[in-house]
């Protein structure tokens, strides 16, 4: 699934017959409107389909789960309210009809302490309990607001609604999630194994290629061809390329970008990890890092050696900030201040990523051995300052397991005289995130993107996936 931009929540709303179903009118209508204003779709019964306009008896829930089953293909989340104290059989028994395996967001609506005479009061407050227990006892996950109750129409339940659409883009986009594997990884990198068995079972299937047939289809590309042109023409105008390279790596990078985007876009994949050395400058002539930045920024992320568990770990934060991620080493102390540290690659980071311009030139510590004529398609320039979130995940073959960290940092503003893709990075408690990562055998790379995304990862870890979480504060 590519990153979707406007989602579709299907609403339940509850109530219980021995309170005002006038207050359900009004939550409904608030609810709706915060919801169109926020840019979002919304699937609900009409308000005629049932006594109230909400969902209470087991003949509501059916007609509910109908109409949510017509529209499964549509809906990513359900939004679940509580005007009042709500019927919590009513609620539980919509969703094991329907059956569609989605996040769901439960909210419940403030009382007013001037209001709780028996026309006015909710008691959602409690009600909510009643619901929360139903779904416990079902094994459905959910996730809660950040107060037990609060007023739709409050700035606290918007920010909640934001969060758990980015909940739902993650579990959308990984339950048919297609990694691509270009290539085989470095045969001295056995850090970038994983299981592609484990990841299949939470829905991520990873399809390979191998690395001569890229090559071989980017060969075919006529010099003539439509697609070729402008495909150089976005190289030129994607970063400043120094006099002293030749025209002749432009078009080999052209027909090289050209040739994996057809194969991601006649296989759908979702995101990808590229055998990026040695074998394409070897036998090629150039690397794959401008490609990999380009389907980046395009919000394909690809991940460097083939790291598929990288490359899932980028497309989960892209899912769930909606910006490009970039897959980064952990790689350098910045002297003396251990929180801090610096990050880099050679670089494949997607442009937005730096400062200023980019510059497109010859790979740095690979040229040395495989020669600069070969290594044309590095993205160089200095990571821009800001907040960012990172995130890794690793599978325990030996546990049967998808482990993970998160947390957040910041990009700093700080110098560091290495070429490539710089970051200087200042992350809370890094030497006790570093313990762990040796302690727990996770790899060098690390994921990161611009934004505090964290707690978005965290309900989809530990709502959802059950995977097991680190998470770093």
């Not at 509850?14 to 608030?30: P, S």
């Not at 270009?182 to 191998?210: H, L, N, Y």
Request: with cysteine.
């Amino acid at each position: 699934m590519a990153y979707k931009q406007k989602l579709t929540f299907g609403i339940i709303i509850g109530t219980r017959g021995f309170f005002n179903f006038e207050l359900v009118k009004g939550v409904r209508e608030k609810l709706l409107a915060e919801l169109k204003n926020m840019n979002y779709n919304t699937v609900i019964l009409p308000v005629d389909a049932t006594p109230t306009g909400a969902v209470e008896t087991l003949e509501d829930a059916r007609k509910c789960a109908e109409l949510f089953s017509q529209n499964r293909n549509d809906i990513d989340g359900i939004i679940i309210s509580l005007p009042n104290f709500g019927d919590e059989l009513g609620i539980v028994n919509t969703l094991k009809y329907a059956e569609l395996n989605a996040p769901i967001l439960v909210h419940a609506e403030d009382d007013d302490n001037d209001k709780v005479d028996v026309k006015s009061r909710r008691d959602a407050f409690c009600g909510k309990l009643s619901v929360c227990n139903n779904l416990y006892q079902y094994g459905i996950p959910f996730t809660d607001t950040t107060y037990h109750t609060c007023k739709v129409d409050s700035d606290a339940f918007k920010a909640d609604v934001q969060r758990f659409a980015g909940i739902c883009r993650v579990i959308g986009g990984l339950k048919h999630a297609r990694i691509g594997a270009i290539g085989a990884r470095p045969a001295a990198f056995q850090t970038m194994r994983s299981s592609e068995k484990i990841f299949q079972a939470s829905g991520i299937t990873v399809v390979p290629v191998d690395l001569s047939e890229i090559i071989g289809a980017a060969q075919k590309i006529d010099d003539k061809a439509g697609v070729y042109k402008t495909k150089v023409q976005e190289i030129k105008d994607y970063g400043a390329i120094p006099a002293f390279i030749h025209d002749s790596k432009i078009t080999l990078q052209a027909k090289l970008g050209i040739a994996i985007d057809n194969w991601i876009h006649e296989n759908d994949i979702d995101a990808a990890g590229v055998q990026c050395w040695t074998s394409v400058q070897d036998n090629y002539g150039c690397a794959t890092c401008l490609a990999m930045s380009m389907l980046g920024e395009r919000l394909i992320p690809c991940a460097c050696e083939v790291d598929v568990a990288g490359v899932i770990s980028m497309y989960m934060l892209m899912l769930a900030a909606g910006k490009p991620s970039a897959l980064l080493d952990w790689n350098n102390n910045f002297g003396e201040y251990r929180n801090m540290c610096v990050c880099t690659h050679c670089s494949n980071y997607p442009k937005s990523f730096f400062e200023n311009d980019i510059q497109i030139s010859n790979l740095d510590v690979l040229g040395t051995t495989l020669g600069q004529e070969n290594c044309f398609g590095a993205i160089k320039g200095k990571v821009k300052s800001g907040p960012m979130t990172y995130f890794r995940i690793t599978t325990d073959d030996t546990l049967g397991m998808i482990r993970t960290y998160v947390g957040e940092g910041e990009f700093t503003d700080d110098v560091y005289g290495m070429d490539g893709g710089i970051a200087v990075t200042r992350v809370k408690n890094l030497q006790m995130l570093l313990k762990y990562m040796c302690k727990n055998g996770f790899e060098h790379h690390v994921a990161m993107v611009r934004g505090n995304v964290s707690n978005i990862l965290t309900a989809v870890i530990e709502d959802y996936l059950g995977w097991d979480l680190y998470l770093q504060e």
